[in-house]
């Protein structure tokens, strides 16, 4: 089983990226994304942009890992 987190691409340099999720940030590549853009959610695993993700997605799934949390807390 893999887990991989939504994040929000906040700064592109080539293949390399920041996303951000609840103002972490993050670094990531963007090898498997073609044409990404500042603004877009990907699905982030093992550091990689494996998957672009619809805004509304994103957001239900960050609001989801976020009951997860709370729930751990």
């Not at 994040?7 to 996303?19: H, M, Q």
């Not at 044409?35 to 959610?41: F, N, V």
Request: net charge negative.
């Amino acid at each position: 089983m893999c887990l991989a987190v939504p994040l929000k691409i906040v700064e592109i340099d080539g293949l390399n990226a920041v996303g951000e999720v609840e103002g972490l940030r993050r670094r990531m590549r963007l090898d498997f994304i073609k044409e990404p853009k500042l603004g877009e959610y990907v699905i982030v695993h093992a550091g990689f942009a494996i998957e672009r993700l619809p805004e509304k997605q994103a957001l239900e799934d960050i609001a989801e890992w976020a009951e997860v949390e709370n729930a751990l807390r």
